[in-house]
C-alpha cells in the first residue's frame, strides 16, 4: 500500500503537540509525491501546514478507526504507536471509567484515586474460571490466569507489579493476594490466607511512608510466595525483602515523613502500658520532625497503631515481644535527640551525663549507660601493632549516631520480616508457589542518589526479563502457528547492566573506593569518568564534576555522587554493636547475634525448573566485622540475582501502574506524565516488539465472516476450505506477501493491514450502498411518477363527469327554481291580501267598540262627577253654617277681626304640613317596598348560596370519606407488603441458619474421618483437652473444631458416648429454635389481637353493663369457689365409698366360687353407685345454685344499702327481694326472708330450730365469702405490686437500652455491629440458660411420671394375670370336652409391625441401599409411607424409645445416602421427594384440626394416637431445607458452565456472525485446546431433565416451581455478570440472539405450565440488558425511555453497558459521554445501593406447603423386591 494511498484526504493522523503530547488531525488534500508540507485541519478548525520529509520516511502517525478506539488490549490496534496506545488509555479512563487495559501480556493499571466497586466478592466469583481473554481486563483475571496456570502446568507462578510512587503498586498486589485467598482458601483451620493479608498493616507501618508524590509509599521492596499444596490450598506463604531506605529513619526531605511506625506510636503515648517508654509527640522528636508536618489528611495514626497492634497478635507475636519491639523504636527515637556538645578543639566531643533522652536509650535496650556514651564520642582504630582510641568531632559523631540508628530500624525490620516468616511457614510440603513482586519502578527526581541508582538497576534487569519473555511467547506464538520466523530486533539493556554490576562496573569502582581510607566522592566521580568515559550508556555533565549521567532503558537520569560512598559503606562501629550484644534484654541482644537462622524457606516444587533454593534476602555470613564490612551495593546485588533466578523459573505475569495525574484528582488525566511511565514501564517496548512482527492476528472463521463481503458470489458459493478461499482473497486484496502470513489456525498481520482491510470493507460498503440508494431511489420516483399519472387522469376523468353532471343539475334546478317562485308569488300575494283584509275587520271591529266604551264611560263619569259635586255642595253648605256660626260665636266673644286671618293662616299651615306628611309617609313605604325588595332577593341569593355550600360540603365529605378509605387501603397493602418483606428476611436468615449448621456438621464429618485416620498412624498424642464434652447443654455436639489439637479427644468422646446423645443435644437445639418461633408467634397472634381490641373499642360501649358484668363474674368466682370445695368433699368421699366397694367385692369374690354371682352382684354395685353419684350431683348443683343466688342477693343488697341513706330500720332481705326473680330455687330462702315481719309465725318455723340453723349457715356462708373476697383482693392487690415492679424493671431496662443505644450510635459502623453481636450473643445465652432450665424441670417431672406409670402398669398387669389365671382354672374344672378357639381375622389397620433387633436391616434396605430405580414402578414415595406406618405401630404400642430410635436412624440415613451422593441430583431429588412425604404424612396424622380438614374418616382412624412429634417434624423441615440446598447446587453445578456460551455465544439466530465486533487478541495460553460449547438446546434438554426427575419422583409441584425459579435465576445472573464484564459481547447483534434464547426459556416455562413460579420475572434484569443494547442512545428522549425501561437494572449496570457498549460496524455510532451522563442525572433519584454484580449464589428461601395425600395407608402395597419380609402387617 502506497504513501500517497495511506495519506488521502479524509485521514486523520497524529501530530506533536507540547501541551498534549499528541494531537489529532485530519487530511484536507490528498497527499502526492513530493509534497513537502502535509496539508491538516485540527479538531478545533485551524489550518495547519506540517512539514515531512518523504527521504527520511518522517510521516506523522496515522490514527485508527474509530472502531477500533476503545479496545481493551493495546496490541489488537492496527496502527500500534505511542499516540495509539495514549489515546486508546485515555478514551478509556476518561470516557468508560475503565481503569485496566491488557497490553499483550501486560496489564496496565491507571490509579483511579477513587473508591471502585469493582473488588467485592461478586467480581471474584464472576472472574473465577474464566480465560483471561474472555473478561474485562482486571487485576483478577491476572490472578486467575496465574492460579489456572499453575493448576495446569504445575509450574510456578509471578506476579510482576510496578510502578512509581503513587501508582497503587501496593493496591494492586493486595488485591491480587486476596483473590488467592478466596479462590485457593486453605483447606485447614488454620486461616492463613488471613494471616497473609493481615501481614499487609504490619509491613506498611513500618516500611511505608509520607513523601511528596504518595502518602503511603512503599519504601522497600518486597516478593510474597504463596504456597499451594496438591489440591491448589493455600498452606503458607514466605516473604523477602529488597533494599529498605535507611536514610529515612534519619532524614526526611520537606513535607514528607518518617516511617508510619514512629509517628503511630506517639499518637499513643498515653497509653499506660507505654509510660515506661517516655514518649513525647512527634513534633519533638527530631527524627520525626525534619519533614515539617507530621500529620497526614484524613490518617488516624492512633488508629492505625490498633491495627498494628491486632496484626501482630493474629500472626502470633507474643504481647512481651511487642513492647520489646516499641521499646527499640522508642529508644531510636530518644537516640536522635540526644545532645552533643563539642570541644574547644573542634575535634572532639562530648555528651552530658544528665542528658535524660541518653539515659532513656540505655534504658530501654537493656545497655551500659556509660559505655554507650563513651563509644558514642570514641572510635577504635586497630592497626597491626597496637590499639587506639580516637576522639571524634561532632559532625562525625552525628553520622556515627545515624549510622547507629539506621542500623538498629534495618536490624529490628529483618527480625519481624523473619517473624511474620515464621507465623506463615508450615509443615506440609509445598507443591508449587505463586509469587507476588511489589518493587519499586523506575524513579527520577531532581536530585537522584545512592537509593534512586539502585531502583533504577533493579528495573534495568527487570526490563532485561521482561523483553526476553515477550520476545519469548512471541516466538512461541509464531512456531506453534507454523510460520516463518524472522529475527525481531528488540532493545537489549544488557550493556547498561555491564556497565553497572560488571567488573570494574560502576559498583565495583564503588566498592574500592570504600575500601580506601580516606576515599571520597569525588575520587570515585573522577574513577568513572576515566574508566567509562567512552561507555555510550554513560556520560559526563558539562557543569559539574561531582555527578554522572547513565542512559537507561527509559531516560537519562543524572546522579549526584555526594553521600554515595556513606550509603554504600552503612558504617556502623562495632563497639557500639558489642554493646547492644551484651544487653540484658535477649529479644535486643538477639537482634545483633549472627547465630540465628534464616526463615524457613518454602518448599520447592516438582519440576527440575522450579528447583529453587528460596534464601534470606540478606545474605548469611560467618563474622560479624565481615558482615558489616560487606557494601549496601554488594547485599543488593545478591538479592537482586537471588530474586532473578526465582522469577526466571517461574512463568510471569506482569502488571504496569500508571500514575495518571501529580494531584491526586479522581479520573484526572495528565498526558504528559502518563507518556513518562508508559516509556519507562516496558509498555512501548511490548508495542514496539508486536509491531516488528504481526501484531494483528485473526482466525479463519472470524476473517471470513468480517471480510467476506470482499470477495465475490462465485468464490463464497465454491465449496472450499474456508482457509483456501481467505488466501485467494488476501492475495488478490494485499500485493506484498510480507504484510500477512497464514499460521496453522490464523491469519498474522503487519501494522495496520487491518486498518487497509477495514477501509476497503468500508469503501465496498460505500459503494454498494451508493448503488443501493441510487436504484432504489430510482425506482421510488418512477414509481412515483406512474402513481402521480394514473392519479391525474382518474382525477381528469371524474372532474369532466362532475362538471356535467352538474351542469344538467343546474338546468334542472333552475327550470324548477322558475315554477317554485310564480307559484310562491302568487301564494305570497294571495296569503298578504287574506292577511290585510283580517286586520281591517279587526281594526274595525275594535275601534267600533272603543268607540262605545268611551262613550259608556265618559257617561258614568259624568254620573259620579254629578253625585260627587251635589254631595260636596251639601257638605260645603253645612261646614259654611258651621263656620258662619263659629264666626259669629267668635265674633260675640272677642269680637277680633284678625282671629279670623289667624285661624284661616294656621288651618292653610297645618293642610300644608298634613300633605307634607302625607308625601313623607309614600315615601317611607316606597322606601320599605323597594327595601323588602332587595331583602327578600338577598335571602333568596343567601339561601341558593347556603344550598350550594351545603352541595360542595357534601362533596367535600365524601371525597374526604373516599380518600381516607383509599388512604386506609393503600396503608393496609403496605403493611402487608412490609410483614410479607420481614417474614421473607426472617425465612432466609432461618434457612441460612440451617444451612450453617448442615456446614458445621459436614465438617464435624470430615475432621472425624480425618481423626480415624491418624489415630491408625502411630505418633505423638496430645493429652486430653477439657475443652471439649459431649455432656453439655451447648446447642450444638459440644466439638470444638478451632483447636486442631483437642479434635482426636472430643471425637473419642464421641465414640465413648455414642451418636444418641449428639442427636439429643441436636434435638435440644432445635426444641430451642422452636421455642423461639412459638414466642414469635405468640407476639405476633398477640398484636393482632391487640389491634382488633382497638378496632372494637371505636365502637359505641355502654357504661351501664360494667356493673352487672363486675357482679357477674364475682357470682362466678365465688359459683365456682363453692363448686371446688363440694366437689373435693365429694371426692374424699366416693373414694372412700370406692375402697369399702373394692374391699367388699374382694371379699365376696373370696366368699363365692361362682364368677357370674361374682359378675351379677359387681355389676349391681356399681349401678348403685352411678345411680347415687348421679343423684348426688343433682343435688350439688342445686345447692351450688341455692348458694350462689344468695351471694348474689347479699351483693346487691350491699349496692342498694350505699345508694340510700344509712338507715337502721330498712333491712335489707325486702330491698334485695325486689332484685331477685322469683325461681323456685329460692323460694324457700325468701320464706325464712319475710318472717321478720310475722312474728305470730315465729313458733311454728322454729319448730325443729331450722330457722337459728338456717342463719347459722347463712353466718358461715358470708364469713367465707368475706374470706374469700379479702383473700382474692389480697392476692389482686400482690398481682398489682408484681406488675408495677415489672414495669419498673422493663422501664429501667428500657432506660438501660436507650443508653446503650445511644452509645452505639456514636460508635463507628464496625463497632456497632460488633456490639450489636456482642449483646445479641448475651441475650440468646441468658434465654438459652432459662429454657435449660425449664427442660432440666420438664425433664426429672416427665422420668418421675414415667417410673411411677410404669410401677403401677406392672400391678394392673399383675393383676389382671392373675385374675386371667384364676378364671381358667375354675373354668378348666367346669368344662368336659376341648372347645377349639378360632381367631377372628382382621383387616389391615395401615401399620407394620418390626422388632426393634430389625430396625438396622428396616434403614438399610429402604434408605441406605435403596436405589430409586427400585420404586420407580410403585406409588411415588413409598419409603416415605413405610416408615411412617412404621412410626404409626410404634406409637400404637406407646413404644416412646422404638419411636425416638426409628426417627434419629431415618434421619441419619438420610443424610449419609446423600452425603455418599452428594453429586447425584435423581438420588437428591428421591429423598428431597420422600423426606417432605414423610413430613406431610406426620403432620397429616397428628390429630391436630387444622392438618386433617382434607382427611377422609379412614384417614382419621390412621392418627398418632399417644405422641406428639412436633420436634420431630421441625427436623424433617429443616432436614428437607438441606436436601433443597444440595439438589439446587447440583443443578447449578450442572448448568453454570453451560450459560455463558449458551445464551451469550451460540448463535441461535444464523447469520448475526457476521456482523460482530472485532475483538481483541486471546492470550493463547489461556485457551484450552478441548473448550465446551454449549448451545442453548443442551440448557432446556437439561432443564427437561431436571424436571422430568423431580415431576416423576413425586415432589411437590410448589417445590418444582421454587426449583426452576432459583435456577432461572442463577442463569439471569451468570449471564448477566458475563455481560457487564464483556465488551466483545455487548453490541446490537447480541442484544437480538439474547433476545431469542430468552423467549425460548419463557416457551420451556410455558410448556410445562411453570408461568406461575415467578421464574420469568427473575429474568427481567438479562431481559432490559438485551433491550438496551438495542435501543437508540442518542437524544434526550432516548434517554427517558431508557430509563422508564430498564427498572430491574441499577445506575451502574445501565452505565456499565452502556460504556461496554461496541458498534459492529463503522456507520453505527458509539454511545457518547453526554448521552451516559444524561442517563446518571436522570437516575439520580434512584435509591438503590451501588452494586454492579448479582449474587449468583443468593438462594431464595423455601416454602414447604402442606399438601396432605389422598392415599390410605393400609391400600399400600410392599414390592417383595425391598426385602422387608421382616415387617407384619397389623
Wanted: proline residues 3%.
Amino acid at each position: 500500500m502506497s504513501v500517497t494511498e495511506l495519506y488521502s484526504r479524509y485521514t486523520r493522523v497524529w501530530i506533536p503537540d507540547p501541551e498534549e503530547v499528541w494531537k489529532s488531525a485530519e487530511i484536507i488534500k490528498d497527499y502526492k509525491e513530493g509534497d513537502k508540507t502535509l496539508h491538516l485541519k485540527l479538531e478545533d478548525e485551524t489550518l495547519l501546514e506540517y512539514p515531512i520529509d518523504a527521504k527520511a520516511n518522517k510521516f506523522p502517525f496515522l490514527r485508527n478507526p474509530d472502531i477500533l478506539v476503545g479496545e481493551n488490549d493495546l496490541t489488537a490496534l492496527s496502527y500500534l504507536h505511542e499516540p495509539a496506545v495514549l489515546h486508546n488509555l485515555k478514551v478509556r479512563f476518561l470516557e468508560s471509567n475503565h481503569i485496566y487495559t491488557y497490553c499483550g501480556i501486560v496489564l496496565v493499571a491507571i490509579n483511579p484515586y477513587e473508591q471502585l466497586p469493582i473488588y467485592g466478592q461478586d467480581v471474584i466469583y464472576a472472574y473465577s474460571g474464566q480465560n483471561m481473554g474472555d473478561m474485562d481486563p482486571h487485576i483478577f483475571a491476572v490472578a486467575e490466569e496465574a492460579y489456572k496456570q499453575m493448576a495446569r502446568d504445575e509450574k510456578n507462578q509471578s506476579i510482576i507489579v510496578s510502578g512509581e510512587s503513587g501508582a497503587g503498586k501496593t493496591v494492586s498486589a493486595k488485591y491480587a493476594m486476596r483473590y488467592f485467598a478466596s479462590v485457593g482458601g486453605s483447606s485447614s483451620e488454620t486461616n492463613i490466607e488471613e494471616k497473609v493479608l493481615a501481614s499487609s498493616p504490619i509491613m506498611e507501618a513500618i516500611g511505608n511512608a509520607k513523601t511528596t508524590r504518595n502518602d503511603n509509599s512503599s519504601r522497600f521492596g518486597k516478593y510474597i510466595q504463596i504456597g499451594f499444596d496438591k489440591r491448589y490450598h493455600i498452606i503458607g506463604a514466605n516473604m523477602r525483602t529488597y533494599l529498605l531506605e535507611k536514610s529515612r529513619v534519619v532524614f526526611q526531605a520537606d513535607d514528607e515523613r518518617n516511617y508510619h511506625i514512629f509517628y503511630q506510636l506517639c499518637a499513643s503515648a498515653s497509653l499506660p502500658e507505654f509510660k515506661e517508654l517516655s514518649l513525647m509527640p512527634a513534633e519533638n522528636f527530631l527524627y520525626t520532625s525534619l519533614g515539617g508536618d507530621t500529620s497526614i489528611e484524613g490518617v488516624d495514626d492512633a488508629d492505625d497503631f490498633e491495627k498494628t497492634r491486632h496484626a501482630f497478635t493474629l500472626l502470633g507475636v507474643k504481647d512481651s515481644h511487642q513492647l520489646a519491639i516499641f521499646k527499640i523504636l522508642a529508644a531510636i527515637l530518644h537516640l536522635g535527640n540526644v545532645d552533643l556538645q563539642p570541644e574547644r578543639d573542634g575535634e572532639s566531643s562530648s555528651i552530658s551525663k544528665q542528658d535524660e533522652h541518653l539515659h532513656n536509650f540505655c534504658r530501654l535496650l537493656g545497655v551500659e549507660h556509660s559505655q554507650m556514651e563513651h563509644w558514642l564520642c570514641h572510635r577504635k582504630l586497630v592497626t597491626t601493632s597496637e590499639t587506639y582510641i580516637k576522639n571524634m568531632s561532632v559532625q562525625q559523631v552525628v553520622n556515627a549516631r545515624n549510622a547507629l540508628a539506621k542500623h538498629i530500624y534495618a536490624q529490628l525490620f529483618n527480625w519481624i520480616v523473619q517473624h511474620i516468616n515464621k507465623a506463615l511457614h508450615t509443615t506440609v510440603k509445598q507443591h508449587s508457589f505463586i509469587g507476588v513482586l511489589d518493587i519499586y519502578g523506575f524513579e527520577t527526581f531532581e536530585v537522584n542518589s545512592f537509593e534512586q541508582f539502585c531502583i533504577n538497576y533493579a528495573n534495568e534487569k527487570l526490563q532485561q526479563q521482561f523483553n526476553s519473555h515477550v520476545f519469548k511467547l512471541e516466538q512461541e506464538e509464531y512456531m506453534k502457528e507454523q510460520i516463518p520466523w524472522t529475527l525481531i530486533d528488540f532493545y537489549d539493556n544488557q550493556p547498561c547492566i555491564d556497565l553497572i554490576e560488571a567488573k570494574l562496573g560502576i559498583f565495583d569502582l564503588l566498592d574500592e573506593e570504600c575500601k580506601v581510607p580516606k576515599g571520597t566522592d569525588q575520587n570515585w566521580a573522577q574513577k568513572l569518568y576515566d574508566r567509562h568515559g567512552s561507555s555510550q550508556h554513560f556520560q559526563k555533565p558539562r557543569m559539574s564534576n561531582i555527578s554522572f549521567i547513565v542512559v537507561h532503558f527509559a531516560d537519562k537520569v543524572e546522579y549526584q555522587c555526594d553521600g554515595f560512598l556513606e550509603k554504600n559503606r552503612d558504617t556502623v562501629h562495632e563497639e557500639q554493636i558489642n554493646i547492644l550484644k551484651a544487653s540484658k534484654y535477649p529479644m535486643v541482644a538477639d537482634l545483633f547475634h549472627d547465630g540465628k537462622d534464616p526463615a524457613p524457606a518454602a518448599a520447592t516444587g516438582k519440576g527440575a525448573s522450579s528447583k529453587i533454593n528460596i534464601r534470606s534476602a540478606r545474605p548469611t555470613v560467618k563474622a560479624a566485622n565481615k558482615e558489616h564490612k560487606k557494601t549496601v551495593g554488594h547485599q543488593f546485588r545478591n538479592s537482586l540475582h537471588l530474586l532473578m533466578e526465582t522469577l526466571n523459573a517461574t512463568t510471569p505475569h506482569y502488571v504496569r501502574c500508571i500514575k495518571p495525574n501529580d494531584e491526586k484528582l479522581p479520573f484526572s488525566f495528565d498526558p504528559k506524565r502518563a507518556v513518562q511511565q508508559l516509556r519507562a514501564c516496558g509498555v512501548l517496548e511490548t508495542i514496539r516488539i508486536s509491531a516488528a512482527g504481526y501484531p494483528s492476528r485473526w482466525t479463519y472463521h472470524d476473517f471470513f465472516n468480517r471480510y467476506r463481503i470482499l470477495m465475490k458470489k462465485k468464490d463464497t458459493s465454491k465449496k472450499e476450505d474456508r482457509k483456501v478461499i481467505c488466501k485467494m482473497l488476501l492475495e488478490s486484496l494485499i500485493k506484498d506477501p510480507d504484510k500477512f502470513q497464514f499460521g496453522r489456525t490464523k491469519i498474522f498481520f503487519r501494522a495496520g493491514q487491518v486498518a487497509y482491510l477495514e477501509k476497503l470493507r468500508a469503501d465496498k460498503f460505500r459503494a454498494a450502498t451508493i448503488m443501493i440508494q441510487k436504484t432504489v431511489r430510482g425506482w421510488l420516483q418512477r414509481a412515483k411518477y406512474q402513481k402521480m399519472k394514473k392519479a391525474a387522469l382518474k382525477i381528469q376523468r371524474y372532474t369532466r363527469g362532475h362538471l356535467a353532471r352538474r351542469l344538467a343539475d343546474r338546468l334542472r334546478k333552475t327550470r324548477a327554481a322558475i315554477v317554485l317562485q310564480k307559484q310562491y308569488r302568487m301564494l305570497r300575494i294571495r296569503r298578504a291580501y287574506q292577511a290585510i283584509h283580517r286586520a281591517a275587520v279587526t281594526i274595525q271591529a275594535f275601534t267600533r267598540g272603543m268607540f262605545v266604551r268611551k262613550t259608556y264611560r265618559k257617561n258614568k263619569e259624568y254620573k259620579l262627577l254629578t253625585e260627587q259635586f251635589s254631595a260636596a255642595a251639601t257638605s260645603h253648605s253645612t261646614e259654611i253654617e258651621k263656620l258662619k256660626k263659629e264666626l259669629q260665636r267668635y265674633q260675640r266673644k272677642k269680637g277680633d277681626a284678625n282671629q279670623l286671618a289667624s285661624l284661616q293662616e294656621e288651618i292653610d299651615s297645618l293642610r300644608l304640613a298634613l300633605e307634607k306628611a302625607h308625601g313623607e309617609r309614600k315615601i317611607v313605604e316606597d322606601t320599605y317596598t323597594k327595601e323588602k325588595d332587595v331583602l327578600r332577593k338577598r335571602i333568596s341569593d343567601l339561601e341558593e348560596e347556603n344550598a350550594l355550600l351545603k352541595q360542595e360540603k357534601e362533596e367535600l365529605n365524601n371525597k374526604i370519606l373516599c380518600q381516607s378509605e383509599d388512604e386506609f387501603a393503600q396503608n393496609a397493602v403496605k403493611e402487608n407488603l412490609l410483614t410479607k418483606k420481614e417474614l421473607e428476611e426472617e425465612r432466609v436468615r432461618y434457612q441460612n441458619l440451617v444451612q450453617e449448621y448442615s456446614r458445621l456438621e459436614q465438617r464435624y464429618d470430615n475432621l472425624r474421618d480425618e481423626m480415624a485416620i491418624i489415630k491408625q498412624t502411630p505418633g505423638h498424642r496430645r493429652n486430653p483437652s477439657n475443652q471439649s464434652s459431649l455432656e453439655s447443654d451447648s446447642n450444638y455436639p459440644s466439638i470444638s473444631t478451632s483447636e486442631v489439637g483437642d479434635t482426636e479427644d472430643a471425637i473419642q468422646q464421641v465414640e465413648e458416648v455414642g451418636m444418641e446423645k449428639a442427636a439429643m443435644d441436636m434435638t435440644l437445639f432445635l426444641k430451642l429454635q422452636k421455642r423461639v418461633r412459638e414466642l414469635e408467634q405468640e407476639r405476633k397472634k398477640l398484636q393482632s389481637q391487640l389491634e382488633k381490641r382497638e378496632n372494637e373499642s371505636k365502637k359505641p360501649q355502654v357504661i351501664e353493663m360494667k356493673n352487672e358484668m363486675d357482679l357477674d363474674r364475682d357470682t362466678d368466682l365465688a359459683y365456682n369457689s363453692l363448686k371446688r370445695q363440694e366437689l373435693e368433699s365429694e371426692n374424699k368421699k366416693l373414694k372412700n365409698d370406692l375402697n369399702e366397694l373394692r374391699k367388699a367385692i374382694v371379699d365376696r369374690v373370696a366368699q363365692n366360687n361362682s364368677s357370674n354371682d361374682v359378675h351379677d352382684s359387681y355389676s349391681l354395685l356399681l349401678n348403685q353407685l352411678k345411680s347415687a353419684n348421679e343423684e348426688l350431683e343433682v343435688r350439688k348443683e342445686e345447692v351450688l345454685i341455692l348458694r350462689t343466688q344468695i351471694i348474689k342477693a347479699a351483693q346487691q343488697k350491699d349496692a342498694g344499702r350505699n345508694m340510700e341513706s344509712n338507715s337502721n330500720m330498712q333491712t335489707s332481705w325486702p330491698n334485695s327481694d325486689k332484685h331477685v326473680d322469683p325461681e323456685d330455687a329460692i323460694e324457700a330462702y325468701h320464706g325464712v326472708c319475710q318472717t321478720n315481719r310475722k312474728t305470730e309465725d315465729w313458733g311454728y318455723l322454729n319448730e325443729d330450730g331450722e330457722l337459728g340453723l338456717a342463719y347459722q349457715g347463712l353466718k358461715q356462708v358470708a364469713r367465707l365469702l368475706e374470706a374469700q373476697l379479702q383473700d382474692q383482693r389480697r392476692e389482686h392487690e400482690e398481682e398489682v405490686e408484681t406488675l408495677k415492679e415489672q414495669m419498673e424493671t422493663l422501664r429501667e431496662e428500657m432506660e438501660k437500652q436507650q443508653e446503650v443505644f445511644f452509645q452505639t450510635l456514636q460508635l463507628s459502623p464496625e463497632a456497632q455491629v460488633e456490639f450489636g453481636i456482642q449483646q445479641e450473643i448475651m441475650r440468646l445465652t441468658s434465654e438459652n440458660l432459662d429454657l435449660k432450665e425449664l427442660l432440666e424441670k420438664l425433664k426429672k417431672n416427665e422420668s418421675k411420671l414415667k417410673k411411677q406409670l410404669k410401677i403401677y402398669m406392672k400391678k394392673v398387669q399383675d393383676y389382671e394375670a392373675d385374675q386371667v389365671v384364676e378364671q381358667t382354672e375354675k373354668r378348666r374344672h367346669e368344662l368336659n370336652r376341648q372347645v377349639t378357639v378360632q381367631r377372628k381375622e382382621k383387616d389391615f389397620q395401615g401399620m407394620l409391625e418390626y422388632c426393634k433387633e430389625d430396625e438396622p436391616l428396616l434403614v438399610k434396605n429402604l434408605i441406605t441401599d435403596l436405589k430409586p430405580q427400585m420404586v420407580s414402578a410403585t406409588v411415588p414415595c413409598l419409603p416415605a409411607y413405610i416408615l411412617y406406618m412404621c412410626i404409626r405401630h410404634a406409637d400404637y404400642s406407646n413404644d416412646d424409645h422404638k419411636v425416638h430410635s426409628l426417627l434419629t436412624s431415618t434421619i441419619n440415613g438420610i443424610k449419609k445416602v446423600l452425603k455418599k451422593h452428594h453429586d447425584d441430583f435423581e438420588m437428591t431429588s428421591f429423598w428431597l421427594a420422600n423426606t417432605c412425604r414423610l413430613l406431610h404424612c406426620l403432620k397429616q396424622y397428628s390429630g391436630d384440626t387444622g392438618f386433617m380438614t382434607q382427611n377422609t374418616v379412614k384417614q382419621n382412624e390412621h392418627c398418632l394416637k399417644n405422641f406428639d412429634l412436633t420436634e420431630y417434624r421441625q427436623i424433617l423441615s429443616d432436614l428437607s431445607i438441606q436436601i433443597y440446598q444440595q439438589l439446587i447446587k447440583i443443578a447449578e453445578g450442572v448448568l453454570q458452565p453451560m450459560i455463558v456460551t449458551a445464551v451469550l455465544e451460540n448463535e441461535s439466530i444464523q447469520g448475526l456472525s457476521g456482523v460482530k465486533p472485532m475483538g481483541y487478541r486471546k492470550r493463547t495460553s489461556s485457551m484450552g485446546d478441548s473448550d465446551n460449547f454449549y448451545t442453548l438446546e443442551a440448557i432446556i434438554r437439561q432443564l427437561n431433565t431436571f424436571h422430568s426427575v423431580m415431576y416423576d419422583q413425586g415432589l411437590d409441584p410448589e417445590i418444582i416451581q421454587q426449583a426452576v425459579k432459583q435456577l432461572f435465576y442463577m442463569i439471569n445472573a451468570v449471564a448477566l455478570n458475563n455481560l457487564l464484564l464483556r465488551k466483545d459481547v455487548c453490541s446490537w447483534s447480541t442484544g437480538m440472539q439474547l433476545r431469542f434464547n430468552i423467549s425460548q426459556l419463557e416457551e420451556w416455562l410455558r410448556g410445562k405450565n411453570l408461568q406461575q413460579s415467578g421464574a420469568a420475572k427473575t429474568m427481567e434484569p438479562l431481559i432490559q440488558a438485551a433491550q438496551l443494547l438495542q435501543l437508540k442512545k442518542k437524544t434526550s428522549e432516548d434517554a427517558e425511555a431508557i430509563c422508564s425501561l430498564c427498572t430491574a437494572l441499577t445506575t451502574q449496570q445501565i452505565v456499565k453497558i452502556l460504556n461496554l457498549y461496541t458498534p459492529v460496524n463503522e456507520f453505527e455510532e458509539r454511545v457518547t459521554v453526554a448521552f451516559i451522563r444524561n442517563i446518571q442525572a436522570n437516575l439520580q433519584e434512584r435509591n438503590e445501593p451501588p452494586q454492579l454484580l448479582l449474587d449468583f449464589k443468593f438462594m431464595f428461601p423455601v416454602l414447604f406447603p402442606f399438601n396432605p395425600s389422598s392415599l390410605t395407608m393400609d391400600s399400600i402395597h410392599i414390592p417383595a423386591s425391598l426385602g422387608l419380609e421382616f415387617l407384619n402387617r397389623v
